[in-house]
């Protein structure tokens, strides 16, 4: 749309945007991402989750209004304005992975937890789902003006008119999901863990356990007794504070840092092959007779058809499948099957792709069967794991690692996968020659994503306090990590005549 809005005089190809912008306008979001990963994640650890939760929507729903809006001038292109207004975006959705997931996994029941997780992670594939309706919808909404125009170089005039004013209502509906849910986000509390373990006031902790429990928005702890309660425990709790020292001291422990190390290479090895996947979305769109179209209102219209099939078909029933099957089969396993699937998936995918391409129904039931076992396995446990599996006071930050690793691997795919796989194409075309290979290599990601799996726990049924290593008897039991506990024991008078654990 945005080629046949801003390039429709253009030398070459009138209609299309050139390969170079379509490129920077994609990567600039996932660029966006990965600031927006680290830097919430590491100010949720610091001034907690409440006050950061809301402030990423906001930037988001401000961003995406903003990106909609933008129009080329005499000083800027169209090109720099939306890549500016979605690195802003890209940042607004950088902190809601950590934010939502540790937010997530703090307030659940241990029993649920990974249903929980998974269930917040599979509205992705209802947002896939609700921008192609969208996209449909608004094609068909302009449908007269679409008719007068055959193709995208003949899309000028009403046509052209009409295109503008699209692509804007579907870039600008997607704030619409984020005004609705903002004020819940400003709203929700704090989590007790965060509180207790990081903040230290443990007589509001449990006031806000007691709230939540009945249904209550937050605690309302008596004030004289919390100051002192706070002034009391301070010389006697032992609670690692967070900082860059005990941080590198924490991860320096090869058990403790080759979890963050699995997550962070699970999730890497996984969004390499993922985004790369989306490559062959024209492939697959044109194989089941969704690509093309007599004139411009039909090929908006299955481009957005074929995309709704696509999402229906493999990824939304793989998320769910995951929220069903975690708490059962566990973490682990799903994300093991996940990669061993996707490894022999890519390996057919590649080395036959030439005799794929001449049996349109086998290359689209693997496309398919790829989407499913990428959100039935690992895109999905890379998004919960990392959110159990850390203690509180670094939770978010190791996290917001993980996903920020994940966001590399997509930026790779996007800036090395995607004119890799037109090498020795002619000059101008979209051929991709080279897409076989390219194929085998995502096989060779997933084989590693393999590998790195061994390096995670099993978090399945395990409180968090178990994971991060402070509960006496475990197998991961660290001292030096014990939440709130006491150097005189783990029971002590706390001054007003009740005992405190």
Request: aromatic share 12%; charged share 15%.
């Amino acid at each position: 749309m945005l080629g046949v809005v801003f390039w429709q005089t253009a030398k070459s190809k009138p209609g299309t945007i050139p390969t170079n912008s379509d490129t920077a306008i994609k990567v600039a979001t996932s660029g966006g991402t990965v600031l927006g990963q680290v830097g919430f994640g590491i100010l949720a650890d610091i001034v907690g989750r409440k006050r950061m939760y809301g402030l990423e929507l906001i930037l988001i729903i401000f961003a995406t209004l903003a990106q909609s809006l933008s129009s080329a001038s005499p000083g800027i292109s169209v090109v720099g304005l939306i890549i500016f207004w979605r690195v802003l975006m890209g940042v607004g959705i950088g902190g809601d992975y950590p934010l939502s997931s540790i937010i997530t996994s703090e307030f659940a029941t241990t029993k649920w937890r990974g249903a929980m997780m998974g269930a917040v992670f599979a509205m992705q594939g209802i947002g896939q789902l609700a921008a192609a309706l969208i996209a449909l919808i608004v094609t068909t909404g302009f449908k007269e003006s679409l008719l007068t125009a055959k193709n995208a170089a003949a899309c000028d005039g009403v046509c052209q008119l009409a295109v503008d004013k699209m692509w804007r209502v579907i870039i600008g509906f997607g704030a619409v999901p984020g005004c609705i849910a903002l004020y819940y986000r400003l709203t929700i509390p704090e989590t007790p863990r965060y509180t207790f373990d990081v903040a230290r006031d443990v007589e509001k902790a449990g006031e806000d356990t007691k709230a939540y429990i009945q249904g209550k928005a937050e605690g309302r702890p008596d004030e004289v007794r919390r100051a002192t309660i706070i002034a009391d425990s301070e010389g006697r709790l032992e609670t690692p504070k967070a900082s860059w020292g005990d941080f590198v001291s924490h991860y320096r422990q090869w058990k403790f840092g080759k979890v963050l190390l699995g997550t962070a290479g699970s999730w890497f090895f996984l969004d390499v092959a993922f985004y790369g996947l989306g490559l062959n979305n024209s492939i697959i769109l044109g194989a089941i007779g969704y690509s093309k179209g007599a004139n411009m209102y039909e090929v908006f219209r299955r481009n957005a058809i074929g995309n709704l099939i696509l999402v229906c078909a493999g990824a939304i029933p793989g998320y769910w499948v995951t929220v069903f099957t975690v708490d059962t089969l566990g973490r682990k396993p799903i994300q093991f099957m996940g990669f061993t699937m996707l490894t022999i998936l890519f390996v057919i995918i590649g080395f036959a792709y030439d005799k794929l391409l001449k049996h349109n129904g086998a290359l689209l039931a693997l496309y398919v069967l790829a989407q499913f076992f990428f959100n039935f396995g690992p895109n999905a446990t890379t998004f919960i794991v990392p959110g159990e599996c850390f203690p509180t006071r670094y939770r978010s930050t190791s996290h917001g690692l993980s996903a920020a690793s994940g966001k590399i691997g997509a930026i790779i795919a996007q800036v090395v996968f995607g004119p890799l796989r037109q090498r020795g194409a002619p000059p101008g075309s979209t051929e991709s020659p080279w897409l076989n290979h390219v194929m085998e290599i995502f096989a060779l990601f997933m084989l590693c994503g393999l590998f790195t799996t061994f390096l995670i726990p099993e978090t399945k049924r395990k409180t968090l306090e178990e994971l991060a290593g402070e509960v006496p008897g475990t197998a991961n039991y660290d001292p030096g990590s014990r939440s709130a506990a006491y150097k005189t024991g783990s029971q002590q008078d706390s001054g007003s005549g009740e005992k405190v654990v």
